[in-house]
């Protein structure tokens, strides 16, 4: 997909400034009302449509991509395709998206919404192996809102449903462009700014000022009488750059959606629930206890070391990383935690640390790890208070033998291995789903991190992994080294 970002920049600060110029007009009365005739005579073909089928691509160039990446300095992007089908009427959706990622990740899931569920699964075995996940039916909307946005005569929509256009509606016109401008308030106080451009009516931009989201749309193209506009380029939160950039490959008018898609396909199952964030600790090996909930979705250690206590892993969210800390000191009460260990610096492995740093625990992750923290946006009013302790690749400490290892994933990532019970702690080094599905495709770094612990001739018992299973076999990880090759 190719993409001329500065282009798109220039348009950015273009649409930004326009209603500063000089060149527009006042509106005489009742032309916002004439205007938006023109607009539900130029759409009333797809009026009708309720239901439609949509192939897409995604360009991801978010900001927070720098934190998901293999070098933090030089962000790399991710891709993805996605296959789309929308019921307004019914509220059902159905959604078949591959994400493609650095070093080979690849997720292939399908999400689905029917009259009473809503579901999603991996097609190839990542992350959820054939357990089912269990969504929140109100998921929906949210669902509806990103999906819609992208299909200009969709993001119309409340331009031509308005009924009170006199007192909810502003035109403004650029004598120079040809450019008509529609500022909506809506009943709930929400404000988008639609540019349309010339002859055929076409909408070029939609500036959603609530949300802080803008799209711009281009590339018509008309297919069965109906005109939809090929690329969408989206900016968040003001940034000056794309978040995303979306190219419609077809888009097609549909009755509804097969019921078979609706459905969980044979073989899949149980059902697990996502919400589930009550944890338990287990000893798994003499002080050695592991921190999870019921579907192992992220999953922690801790090690006590007489009146000492060292963590392994911090939570995706500080709310996470406090009920951590909360059910350790409730087994523990006498005992201090003294460290929390980082595996490498993606934003899901690291936005827990706060709950520790303001406690004065220190943080231990390699070099590159912690100048990464020190870098991440969200630390930079508390990052003074952080603790930091390096580790060196082969450290041996407290027990732990740590490992920093070059690989396609993180630029740097370290694991930890407890030599006296035989357990390795790693995160994203392995995915092996809750049930031991072996995936389909799995990315280069793996094989890194198994030829690694084999040249290494660590004895093993148990692999726990920070993602969905925290009991991986000697026996599962030579599955998945076969499955490599």
Same mark, same amino acid.
């Given at each position: ?9 220039? &348009?950015?600060?273009?649409a ?47 900001? $927070? ?6 070098? #933090?300095?030089?962000? =790399? ?41 809503s ?27 990103? &999906? ?11 331009? *031509?449903?308005?009924?009170n ?22 009943a ?17 931009s ?28 989206? #900016?968040?939160?003001?940034d ?7 190219? !419609? ?18 073989? #899949?199952?149980?059902? !697990? ?42 939570? !995706? ?12 000191y ?11 260990y ?19 625990i ?6 590159y790890?912690?100048?990464?923290? $020190? ?5 930079? =009013?508390? &990052? ?6 390096? &580790? ?12 920093? *290892? ?6 740097r ?44 001739q ?25 499955a490599?090759?």
């Amino acid at each position: 997909m190719k993409v001329n970002l500065t282009r798109y920049v220039l &348009i950015f600060a273009f649409a930004s400034m326009t209603l500063c110029t000089s060149t527009i007009s006042a509106a005489w009365a009742g032309e916002a009302e004439e205007f938006v005739a023109k607009l539900k005579n130029h759409y009333q073909k797809t009026q009708p449509i309720t239901a439609f089928s949509m192939t897409h691509n995604y360009l991801y160039l978010g900001h $927070n991509a720098a934190f998901s990446s293999w070098d #933090y300095q030089a962000p =790399n992007r991710y891709t993805a395709f996605k296959v789309t089908e929308f019921d307004i009427e019914q509220e059902h959706y159905f959604e078949n998206v591959i994400h493609n990622y650095s070093g080979g990740r690849k997720l292939d899931e399908v999400h689905f919404q029917n009259d009473t569920d809503s579901f999603r699964y991996a097609k190839n075995g990542v992350p959820y192996g054939k357990r089912v996940v269990r969504q929140n039916m109100d998921d929906y909307k949210g669902f509806k809102d990103l &999906i819609v946005i992208n299909v200009d005569f969709f993001a119309v929509r409340p331009l *031509l449903e308005e009924t009170n256009t006199k007192e909810t509606i502003k035109l403004h016109q650029d004598k120079i462009s040809g450019k008509t401008t529609l500022i909506h308030k809506s009943a709930d106080d929400n404000v988008v700014e639609y540019v349309f451009g010339g002859s055929p009516i076409r909408l070029l931009s939609l500036n959603n000022k609530s949300m802080r989201r803008i799209y711009f749309y281009d590339d018509y193209k008309t297919t069965n009488g109906i005109s939809f506009a090929r690329s969408i380029v989206q #900016y968040t939160n003001g940034d000056m750059t794309p978040t995303f950039i979306k190219r !419609i490959a077809s888009l097609d008018v549909i009755e509804k959606i097969d019921p078979a898609k609706l459905a969980i396909p044979q073989g #899949y199952g149980p059902i !697990i629930s996502k919400r589930d964030r009550t944890l338990v600790s287990s000893e798994i090996a003499k002080n050695l206890y592991l921190v999870t909930d019921s579907s192992a979705w992220r999953n922690s250690l801790f090690k006590v070391n007489g009146d000492e206590i060292m963590v392994f892993g911090a939570p !995706i969210s500080a709310e996470l990383a406090e009920q951590t800390i909360e059910l350790i000191y409730d087994q523990f009460p006498s005992k201090k935690i003294t460290s929390v260990y980082v595996t490498h610096p993606h934003s899901d492995h690291i936005a827990g640390l706060p709950a520790y740093a303001k406690r004065g625990i220190v943080i231990r992750a390699d070099a590159y790890s912690i100048d990464a923290i $020190n870098a991440y946006p969200p630390f930079a =009013n508390d &990052i003074a208070t952080f603790k930091f302790q390096t &580790i060196e690749h082969d450290q041996l400490m407290d027990g732990v033998r740590f490992y920093v *290892l070059d690989n396609a994933h993180s630029k740097r990532q370290s694991f930890a291995y407890f030599k006296e019970s035989w357990i390795i702690y790693q995160a994203d080094f392995l995915d092996v789903a809750f049930d031991n599905t072996i995936a389909k495709e799995l990315p280069s770094y793996t094989k890194t991190f198994i030829d690694f612990v084999r040249s290494k001739q660590l004895k093993l018992r148990r692999i726990v992994g920070h993602h969905s299973n925290n009991n991986i076999s000697i026996e599962v990880m030579n599955k998945t080294y076969d499955a490599l090759m």
